[in-house]
């Protein structure tokens, strides 16, 4: 690739391009089992797995896989929270060259099936609570003829792991449950005990399909993202080489972000694998205690992250007084992050956020700010080594818009997707000419830095003018008594649409209307400033705490048709 201006601005000892290596993710683990065998892989709670016994038993889980018909090229579906047993069967699909389809736990049958069915899954691999309270019913519409169960319990130590399925029985809904034998359900831990063998080891060519990440699509059915054995690699690679002074071996990654999600899976578990880093692992992100206790206990210096457990961190009671100095790295993806969360996050643990930007097709890291070099705050940051972009006006693809102007963000590099399992419409309208067509709207400055505006959804016209929810977003987010926000275009007789924010509070302080809109006043033209606003306890968010605006809308929609 010819030299682009966001090169200049590359930290010292970055290549523009790297030299990639063959190496698949199940050699970063073999590799790393080799060098730091000894040394933490995964901690969950009181359970701990070095590096060669976490080889050991994936490789042994792979050989257990493979008796029970797994062949390369099958598909392996994951139904886990962030657990030892996702990190293991993980690695022991993709050894024995199976494909793996990580799915979400909050999903319903309906989307289980839907999922696996369009994945052709042969296995699944699936915690006790979800085999009971979503699968067995309709086991026989799902084509896996096997399933392997985990339990939370069985990798806890004494005596956590006779504790833990009374309190786990107690949640609502319940997350244990005691699992009948019966043929083609096999049990996690006992099956790797029982199994004495290595897995066998094809060949696999790094353009072979390593996962199936699956996304919503155009037309609102969920679709997967074709990541080869060579796309996750060189996003490892590429990650490697942007983040300077790593100390492989020695770093300690916290992992709070679902596995299953590209994030949590590439930055937080391949990532950590491919450098020796241990893996504290969290399955509910939204548990601050356990957060917080996990940093202090294990004295993670990584956390890969989304600006609501930065902002849930700033507001943890108590967090000035705790001991968080060990963070040295953070990384923020998924939504943009409000400066004043930003600023206040550093002041607390002296660490420095980087934003970045990926997507499932992009494995997902595309670009980011250098961690030492020039950050520029509100921004992407930079396309990553072998990663090129254009701005492209929205109405006409074919004309690349100059340095400053809004349009639609289009990013090619190894990294990339080839495109949809099974969808050839889906993908000759997402990549066209080998370039990745975003759908997120963006501007591009004279050093290549990236800013994020909205996406061509979520855009909302009122009146004529565009207004992005992330930027009214952003200024609320400012104002001290308001903890979160999210912003909507609701229909409107005379502007078509106009502007809504959900709101959010801090804990007992109390806003008007016309409060916010004075403020806003400040910051935001006319046309941007909500017309109606609505206070709410919380917002919608995904498993990644990320803001469902798309449920706020649904809920608006339905108010106004009753």
């Known amino acids: ?110 989307e289980i099936k839907h999922q696996w069915e369009d994945a052709g899954c042969c296995l699944a691999v699936v915690a006790d609570f979800i085999w009971d309270q979503k699968i067995r019913d309709i086991r026989g519409e799902l084509p896996p003829e096997n399933y392997i169960i985990a339990s939370i319990p069985e990798y806890l130590g004494f005596p956590l792991n006779l504790l833990a399925p009374l309190k786990l029985k107690k949640q609502v ?16 831990k006992e099956l790797i005990k029982k199994t004495t063998e290595q897995a066998p080891r094809p060949d696999i060519d790094g353009e072979d ?109 108590g967090i000035e007084n705790i001991d968080v100095s060990s963070l040295k790295s953070c990384f923020s993806g998924s939504a943009p992050i409000a400066i004043d969360v930003l600023e206040r996050f550093e002041a607390l643990t002296g660490a420095r956020i980087v934003e970045g930007f990926g997507m499932s097709e992009t494995s997902p890291v595309a670009t980011v700010n250098p961690l030492n070099g020039l ?18 006006d929205p109405e006409d693809p074919s004309i690349e818009l100059p340095t400053g102007e809004e349009g639609e963000l289009v990013l090619r590099g190894p990294q990339v997707t080839r495109g949809y399992w099974k969808r050839e419409d889906e993908t000759s309208m997402t990549i066209i000419d080998g370039w990745l067509h975003t759908g997120d709207l963006a501007t591009l400055d004279e050093d290549g830095y990236v800013r994020i505006v909205g996406r061509k959804k979520d855009m909302i016209s009122a009146g004529g003018f565009k207004v992005y929810p992330d930027e009214v977003d952003s200024v609320l987010m400012a104002h001290p008594d308001i903890l979160e926000a999210a912003t909507i275009g609701i229909p409107d007789e005379k502007r078509g649409e106009t502007v809504k924010s959900f709101i959010v509070l801090q804990p007992g302080k109390s806003l008007t209307r016309d409060k916010i809109e004075v403020y806003c006043r400040e910051s935001l033209a006319s046309y941007k400033i909500p017309r109606e606003v609505e206070f709410l306890d919380e917002l919608p968010k995904s498993s990644v705490m990320k803001v469902l605006r798309r449920e706020l809308r649904d809920r608006e929609l339905a108010a106004r048709d009753q």
Not at 7 to 34: C, M, N, R
Not at 173 to 188: C, H, M, Q, S
Not at 256 to 262: D, E, G, I, N, R
Request: charged letters at 15%; glycine letters at 8%.
């Open 209 to 317: 399909i390593a996962v199936l990440q699956y996304t919503g699509g155009t037309t609102g059915v969920s679709k997967g993202a074709i990541l080869s054995h060579r796309n996750l690699s060189v996003n490892v690679q590429q990650i490697n080489s942007w983040f300077t002074g790593l100390e492989p071996g020695r770093e300690v990654i916290l992992i709070c972000l679902p596995l299953f999600h590209v994030f949590g899976m590439t930055v937080g578990m391949n990532w950590a694998v491919s450098s020796g880093a241990a893996m504290v692992l969290m399955p509910n992100p939204r548990d601050f205690d356990s957060l917080v206790k996990n940093i202090t206990k294990h004295r993670v210096t990584l956390f890969p992250g989304v600006p609501a457990l930065f902002n849930g961190l700033n507001n943890y009671p």
């Open 173 to 188: 809904p319940p997350v244990w449950a005691k699992v009948k034998r019966e043929p083609g359900v096999y049990f996690f």
């Open 375 to 392: 950050r520029k705050i509100g921004t992407v940051g930079i396309p990553v080594p072998d990663t090129d972009l254009r701005i492209l």
């Open 1 to 110: 690739m010819d030299q682009r201006s966001w090169h200049a601005h590359y930290e010292d000892g970055v290549p523009s391009s790297i030299q990639y290596t063959s190496e698949t993710v199940v050699d970063f683990l073999e590799k790393t089992a080799q060098r730091f065998g000894d040394r933490k892989a995964v901690v969950f709670m009181n359970c701990q797995l070095t590096y060669a016994e976490l080889l050991d038993q994936a490789s042994r889980l792979g050989r257990a896989m493979s008796r029970l018909g797994v062949r390369p090229g099958k598909r392996v579906a994951i139904q886990l929270p962030t657990l030892p047993q996702t990190v293991i069967a993980y690695h022991a699909a993709l050894m024995i060259g199976a494909e793996v389809v990580l799915t979400n736990p909050l999903y319903t049958p309906r």
